[in-house]
Every structure is written in structure tokens, then in C-alpha cells.
Nanobody, 125 residues
Framework: QVQLVESGGGSVQSGGSLRLSCAAS????????MAWFRQAPGKEREGVAS???????NYADSVKGRFTISQDNAKNTLYLQMNSLKPEDTAMYYC???????????????????WGQGTQVTVSS
């Protein structure tokens, strides 16, 4: 079965950086669209960044220029490099994968069938 395991979260100060990883098993990261979502306490889950099988990417306006989504096909792993972190980036971050769409990069939860358990990111001011 498909498993997505996130890692790399932690606590950092404002302006710091973190790199999140999402190791996939039972799933090939290069075949379909994948994404990162996040959910802060009391808020809805929101899309952060997505990547299509052709390498096309899409970012939420709030993270453009600060976050970079990428994948390593040899390691079958998705990444999210987060720089210039702000307190408002504090949330649980989730990896998501589609088994239907290869070229869509909309940050729409409905596109993604598989989800990881999440990794917590906390940014202090």
C-alpha cells in the first residue's frame, strides 16, 4: 500500500530555514502530482506548494520566493525547502500524492488521494 512519511519539522526562529522530506513507498513520486499542505490550529488545511510529473510547480502566494518544492526520483522522496520562515508559517505540514493527475498543480485537496501523518513546524519570533 501507499505510505508517505514526512520528516524534517522542528522549531526555528523567525528567518530560519528547514527542509521537509516525504519518503514514499508503494508509490512513484515522478509519476503523478504531489503537494505539501499545512494546517494551523483552528484553521483549514491549505495548499502550500505542488509539483507535477513534468516538473511544473505552483506555490501559494504566502510562500512564493521563500519555499521551494522538489523531488529526488532516485530516492523516491519529495522535499520542501523553507527559507525566511515566519511565525505565520507555524503549522502541521502534510505531504499529499495523487494517483490520478500527472500535470495538475492546483492546490486543491480534492486532487490528492494519499496523505502522510504530518510533521510539525514551529517558528518563533
Amino acid at each position: 500500500q501507499v505510505q508517505l512519511v514526512e520528516s524534517g519539522g522542528g522549531s526555528v526562529q523567525s528567518g530560519g530555514s528547514l527542509r521537509l522530506s516525504c519518503a514514499a513507498s508503494g508509490y512513484t513520486v515522478s509519476r503523478y502530482s504531489m503537494a505539501w499542505f499545512r494546517q494551523a490550529p483552528g484553521k483549514e488545511r491549505e495548499g502550500v506548494a505542488s509539483i507535477a510529473s513534468d516538473g511544473g510547480t505552483n506555490y501559494a502566494d504566502s510562500v512564493k520566493g521563500r519555499f521551494t518544492i522538489s523531488q529526488d526520483n532516485a530516492k523516491n522522496t519529495l522535499y520542501l525547502q523553507m527559507n525566511s520562515l515566519k511565525p505565520e508559517d507555524t503549522a502541521m505540514y502534510y505531504c499529499a500524492a495523487s494517483d490520478t493527475y500527472s500535470y495538475l498543480t492546483r492546490l486543491d485537496r480534492q486532487l490528492y488521494n494519499y496523505w502522510g501523518q504530518g510533521t510539525q513546524v514551529t517558528v518563533s519570533s
